[in-house]
């Protein structure tokens, strides 16, 4: 049990950190927006990556190199750029929050929050590298309790994010105050594309 409680902990304080999946999160539960699709796949997916660097991290840790590393920022920066390009033209229009669902389609949604999750080079170093490595010396049922922890953690902390997001939407249904949470994503989604962009520039 003591691997469960601590692969909790471990894992929430990985979560935690504020970037471009959890910016993502907030905005669609600001938006009402498939949020429960949302938080499946970003909780899913880091229940299958943080297995998959728990239970394979002794196999496959030398395939996950730098330069696999400077391929997925290399990915990233591009979505970034694009979904930055995609917040600036929406300041220049007036939200209609009642048509806001039918806006965006599932399967638009469902891209967006693969693209911010697999393309996002440190998911893979906090749950496949860093929980995976942390792990590596555990025995067997010890890695799957550690294992079932984290996820936990992830879901919970997903779930909470997305609904708590959700609820508070009704202070942001006038269009000044979601141009202000437009213009902050712009500028945060910025902020972390230069410091992707000047990480990338140390593997070339």
Do not use: P
């Amino acid at each position: 049990m003591e691997y469960l409680v601590l692969g909790f902990f471990t894992g929430l304080s990985l979560i935690l950190a504020i970037g471009a999946q959890n910016i993502f999160v907030i905005e669609q539960g600001l938006k009402k927006q498939y949020i429960l699709l949302v938080c499946l796949v970003c909780s899913i997916s880091d229940f299958l990556l943080i297995f998959l660097g728990i239970l394979l991290f002794h196999f496959f840790h030398q395939y996950f190199n730098l330069f696999v590393e400077l391929i997925l920022n290399i990915l990233l920066i591009i979505f970034l750029i694009y979904f930055i390009y995609s917040k600036i033209k929406s300041i220049s229009r007036n939200i209609n929050f009642n048509s806001e669902i039918t806006d965006v389609s599932k399967i638009e949604i469902l891209f967006k929050t693969l693209g911010f999750t697999y393309l996002n080079a440190h998911v893979y170093s906090d749950t496949v590298f860093f929980l995976g490595n942390f792990s590596k010396n555990f025995l067997l049922y010890e890695k799957v309790y550690f294992g079932i922890g984290a996820s936990i953690a992830s879901f919970i902390f997903f779930f909470l994010l997305g609904y708590l997001s959700t609820y508070f939407s009704k202070y942001a249904q006038k269009d000044k105050i979601w141009k202000f949470i437009n213009l902050f994503i712009i500028c945060f989604m910025s902020l972390l594309t230069i410091y992707i962009i000047n990480e990338t520039a140390y593997f070339l």
